[in-house]
């Protein structure tokens, strides 16, 4: 099976070329779940929902259902194939004839879409799998502030740095300015300073990280950001502050020098905070729809903000911020090429965000934003 999934904020559509080349098509809620409106409830108090029969053989068996917007939910013990019609567990909500329903599987959108495409029941195995996703996850994650719990830690003397940042504002006579707070909840300054050219001015003490380290974890922070002065010059002192850091217990570390090993600080802080605050979100998504596809799966590769894709093991947090609009470009400059112009003006209006992108010929690409 070859699948093409773009995840937004409101809808996931999938298209699939089955192994006997019959291209199909699938449209879900992103929130991985299906919606439905009860059509009849026979006297044993089975269900018929008014989409059921178009679904495959029994693949409701096993989701949930709960009334849309109510309280109460209750499990589906069988779909049965010939009718359509639901056995439900007992218990759950009292259900009428033309209420909305919703049904959950627990699974991602994507892997919701793939066993529609492909016809795989719940906790069925899904055949072999070529998959290529893309999301907006990071980004409406970010639109929204709904990142993990971050600290930064950066040379000591610089802590402020995210906060002042520099003097791009978007009103410029503005009297009352208001900038977005940053990304970290906590800011950690570390003792140490590297010269210009990288050679170590204060070493850094070991012990006083591990023990700041210690503390954090104790106070639920889950990821943290590494941007030392000149850390791109020598990645000596962020390499054992990130050591310290897994060590302790954090589990998603972005170091600046690894990131993004170029001349400027805030822009390395801004990076690495980023791809620190989206980190959980992103790699537990991934991780999700890589165990549902199972042993079988053929590949699974990721869009990123520059328009291509990479697998998994490849893929960062900040790779993904603009992956939507990126792809949307490659998309939109293709069919402007096979209906035979090059200039292209593409307008995408999602659930959470409006992307629109001119296309002239030739694909640009800008290194900060």
């Not at 069919?335 to 292209?344: H, I, K, T």
Request: glycine letters at 14%; hydrophobic letters at 40%.
């Amino acid at each position: 099976w070859q699948i093409w999934i773009d995840t937004g904020g409101t809808f996931t559509d999938c298209i699939a070329v089955a192994p006997d080349g019959r291209v199909l098509n699938r449209k879900v809620l992103s929130s991985g779940a299906l919606r439905d409106r009860v059509e009849a409830i026979d006297e044993a108090g089975r269900v018929r929902l008014c989409g059921g029969s178009s679904l495959p053989a029994g693949f409701l068996t096993g989701f949930r259902l709960s009334l849309l917007g109510g309280d109460g939910v209750i499990e589906i013990v069988d779909h049965d194939a010939a009718t359509g019609a639901l056995t439900l567990a007992t218990g759950g909500p009292l259900l009428e004839v033309g209420q909305a329903v919703e049904l959950r599987s627990g699974e991602e959108a994507p892997l919701l879409a793939t066993r529609l495409i492909t016809g795989t029941q719940l906790g069925g195995d899904l055949p072999p799998v070529a998959m290529r996703l893309a999301t907006t996850r990071g980004t409406n994650a970010l639109l929204e502030r709904r990142g993990s719990k971050t600290v930064h830690f950066i040379t000591a003397g610089f802590e402020d740095l995210l906060a002042i940042g520099d003097q791009h504002r978007p009103d410029l006579f503005a009297l009352r300015i208001e900038k977005p707070a940053p990304l970290p909840e906590a800011v950690v300054g570390v003792e140490e300073r590297l010269s210009a050219d990288g050679f170590v001015i204060d070493g850094l003490d070991s012990d006083v990280v591990a023990d700041t380290v210690g503390g954090l974890r104790r106070d639920g922070f889950e990821s943290a950001s590494i941007a030392l002065l000149h850390g791109h010059r020598n990645s000596q002192h962020e390499e054992v502050v990130e050591k310290l850091l897994f060590e302790g217990g954090v589990h998603h570390v972005a170091r600046s020098s690894a990131l993004s090993p170029f001349q400027g600080l805030l822009r390395r802080s801004q990076t690495a905070a980023t791809d620190a605050y989206l980190g959980p979100v992103i790699s537990g998504y991934l991780r999700a729809v890589q165990d549902g596809l199972g042993s079988d799966v053929v590949s699974l590769q990721v869009m990123t903000s520059a328009g291509g894709l990479v697998g998994t093991e490849s893929f960062r947090a900040m790779d993904s911020l603009l992956s939507g609009p990126a792809g949307g470009v490659v998309g939109a400059a293709m069919a402007g090429r096979e209906a035979g112009s090059n200039a292209v003006i593409a307008f995408d209006m999602g659930g959470t965000s409006t992307d629109v992108s001119r296309f002239d010929g030739d694909f640009e690409y800008v290194f900060n934003h």
